[in-house]
């Protein structure tokens, strides 16, 4: 004979101390259940619109230069002072939304910085030919004056300039690109292809003797230390500002072109983009991935920044003040927390990167919340109300305006192509797709 009797041990729900929570029991049968789907759905769109009620993504802004913001570096050795440099010449060591430090800087605009692997140089260059190199000093309220600088000889106006990721050498572009060693007054090697100015130059992550620059012929160009001359050769039909690699990926690098466009690459295989990301309406100036290499920051002239998902083609967010001017400089912090911009009304600012982030140190029953209700906003995002909600953005009318404008014109090229293809004979014309379409060749 069988007896079911409920046998309970006073261990299992008794608490241990008078603070310790009550321990709660749930059978997870779903058949007792049967409004749990439809309470997940209220609580997923609860959790979206609570996202757009607490979205504050400005933190603060920070003045000190008097003219255009025209780069930035950030100390990956320290988390949370960041260099600028404007186009009057003078450089900045911003901490806690602070001027701590002021360099001397150069008798232009200053169109490079760089710092060191180890945080202890910070290297400049600008357009008096010069490429400078600062003792960084400690954090303190004093000013630079007695910081040491060793200015190497240079006889071409440099643009921009790239630390090594682990070493002592890092390189400058300008009429040509060259590889300096910081205890050397002269370059140690120069490329040069083609006549055009080179105008970015970003060091490989992953390994440290290949390198990427962009230059003002429309073209991006692999370059390899170890060989004598330069490896690949990308043509584009409009200029790429700025290069910025994945760090988690590091044969992977996403241009910023003038076409509002970005374009992620596969370094072996450059006839043809991994993605392409859309959304701005004006140059893409600037652009910056985050530490964790799943997101990366743009800055465009149209007075806007956008963080896009790393294989994403719309940004999945956008940033926008009324002062803020055409932004020449992004950068995501080094803790992928926070972004900071550079714009041309000389300020920097500085915005969080979920723009409904609770600042400040959570307890673990609020850490757990926020963990569930991101999981229950995932699971629902498809359905078309939790997705409005979620996407759903206010844009300043220029920008509203001339996003409207580029769609009636891509839907009308759209249609003038369906209109000739139908026209002619069949295979005759053939449709490339976006990401080969910008391409004009590779060279080798």
């Not at 692997?117 to 010069?130: A, Q, W």
């Not at 790239?162 to 300096?180: E, K, N, P």
């Not at 409207?404 to 449709?431: C, F, N, W, Y």
Request: hydrophobic share 35%; with cysteine.
């Amino acid at each position: 004979m069988k007896v079911k009797v409920i046998s309970r041990s006073t261990d299992e729900f008794t608490r241990e101390r008078s603070n310790d929570l009550q321990r709660v029991f749930r059978n997870f049968d779903p058949s007792l259940r049967p409004q749990d789907k439809a309470v997940e759905y209220v609580r997923a769109l609860n959790s979206a619109k609570l996202d757009k009620i607490f979205a504050r993504p400005f933190v603060g802004a920070m003045d000190g230069h008097i003219d255009a913001v025209s780069c930035m570096a950030k100390n990956p050795n320290y988390l949370k002072g960041i260099f600028s440099g404007s186009m009057d010449g003078g450089m900045l060591l911003m901490l806690r939304r602070r001027t701590v430090c002021r360099f001397r800087g150069h008798d232009g605009a200053v169109k490079g910085l760089t710092v060191s692997t180890d945080g202890r140089i910070l290297v400049s260059c600008g357009v008096d030919k010069t490429v400078r190199l600062w003792d960084v000093p400690v954090a303190t309220l004093t000013d630079s004056s007695d910081s040491s600088d060793k200015t190497p000889e240079v006889l071409l106006i440099n643009l921009a300039v790239d630390y090594q990721w682990d070493g002592d050498l890092f390189a400058t572009s300008g009429a040509r690109v060259d590889i300096w060693n910081r205890n050397r007054s002269q370059p140690v090697n120069s490329f040069e292809w083609g006549t055009d100015t080179v105008i970015s130059v970003r060091f490989n992550p992953g390994d440290p003797n290949v390198l990427a620059t962009s230059a003002s012929d429309r073209s991006i160009a692999i370059y390899d230390l170890r060989m004598s001359s330069p490896a690949r050769k990308l043509i584009m039909q409009t200029k790429t500002n700025s290069v910025s690699w994945n760090p988690m990926e590091p044969m992977n690098f996403t241009a910023a072109n003038e076409d509002c466009n970005c374009y992620s690459y596969d370094a072996r295989k450059l006839d043809e983009a991994k993605c392409v990301h859309k959304d701005h309406v004006s140059a893409v100036m600037d652009i910056d991935y985050s530490p964790t290499g799943r997101e990366f920051v743009t800055g465009s002239y149209d007075r806007t920044i956008r963080i896009f998902q790393y294989n994403g083609g719309h940004s999945r967010e956008i940033y926008h003040t009324k002062r803020m001017q055409r932004v020449f400089s992004v950068k995501f912090s080094c803790d992928g927390s926070y972004i900071i911009s550079g714009s041309d009304d000389t300020n920097l600012r500085l915005w969080k990167a979920k723009a409904s982030e609770q600042l400040g140190v959570l307890h673990p029953r609020e850490k757990r919340k926020h963990e569930y209700h991101a999981a229950v906003k995932n699971r629902y995002k498809h359905l078309p109300e939790v997705n409005r909600i979620v996407r759903h953005r206010h844009l300043p009318k220029p920008i509203y305006k001339a996003a409207a404008l580029r769609r009636t014109m891509t839907e009308a090229d759209r249609r003038k192509e369906q209109r000739r293809k139908a026209h002619s004979a069949p295979g005759s014309i053939v449709t490339e797709p976006m990401r080969k379409r910008r391409i004009i060749k590779e060279v080798e």
